[in-house]
């Protein structure tokens, strides 16, 4: 088992509808998590960040942590075809360098 | 505020050559990591540097793998002997002293033929 699962879809959806990504983590010891968005052959985007269990929201964006059940989201409201790309989630532990364990990624089609 | 670069975009190289890799972090960003990402996958870390120090380093990272960081600024990343699982994209991340979140440069797209 990897230590942060994260379905790779692909998911599709019409433009406007709410997008909900999802990633399970196994290592109870993650601190901190983040979602980057990336477009084919580019780097990775931070989106959002987080170190606390609860919502933090931005703009469209909304960025969910549940401890306890180990399971982050990140919600993407009015949804636009340029929001088409992959979504990574990714955590790091308190004093680990900080380092990032990532997911697989999902991949979003917000279709016009 | 520029961003973190990397050089060259794309390289592609004949299997048993040698590549190097450059990135420049943020600015007065002193923390400083590479991942390499293969298709499909979300990247994976290779080493990571505070300053100009090297404080870890992944069993990814094997010998033929080299990573400096002089002065603590810019950071290369040297391939020796390319093999054709090396090719991938090759990350560099920066981030600040008192932060956790870590931002990314466009990615070096290694090519071993």
């Known amino acids: 088992q990897k230590e942060v699962e994260q379905d790779p879809g692909p998911l599709s959806v019409p433009e406007g509808a709410i997008v909900s990504l999802n990633c399970t983590y196994s290592?109870?010891?993650?601190?901190?998590f983040m979602w980057y968005r990336q477009y084919s052959r580019k780097g990775p985007e931070l989106l959002m960040y987080?170190?606390?269990?609860g919502n933090k929201e931005d703009g469209r964006f909304t960025a969910q942590v549940d401890k306890s059940s180990k399971y982050i989201s990140l919600f993407i409201r009015d949804s636009q075809p340029s929001d088409s790309a992959t979504y990574l989630c990714?955590?790091?532990?308190?004093?680990?360098?900080?380092?990032?364990?990532f997911g697989k990624g999902t991949l979003l089609t917000v279709n016009p | 505020d520029t961003g973190v670069s990397q050089d060259p975009r794309h390289k592609i190289t004949k299997r048993g050559q040698n590549v190097t890799f450059r990135c420049d972090p943020i600015?007065?960003?002193?923390?400083l990591y590479w991942y390499r990402q293969t298709l499909g996958q979300g990247p994976e870390f290779l080493t990571y540097?505070?300053?100009?120090?090297?404080?870890?380093k992944s069993r990814l990272l094997s010998d033929r793998f080299s990573a400096e960081r002089p002065k603590g600024s810019f950071s290369t990343l040297e391939i020796q002997r390319t093999e054709q699982g090396d090719s991938a994209m090759y990350l560099c991340?920066?981030?600040?002293?008192?932060?956790?979140?870590?931002?990314f440069g466009p990615g070096t797209r290694l090519t071993v033929t």
């Open positions: 990714a955590m790091s532990i308190r004093g680990s360098n900080y380092k990032l364990t």
């Open positions: 600015s007065e960003h002193n923390r």
């Open positions: 290592n109870s010891a993650f601190q901190y």
């Open positions: 540097f505070q300053n100009e120090a090297q404080l870890e």
């Open positions: 991340a920066s981030s600040g002293q008192n932060s956790y979140e870590q931002y």
């Open positions: 987080t170190y606390s269990s």
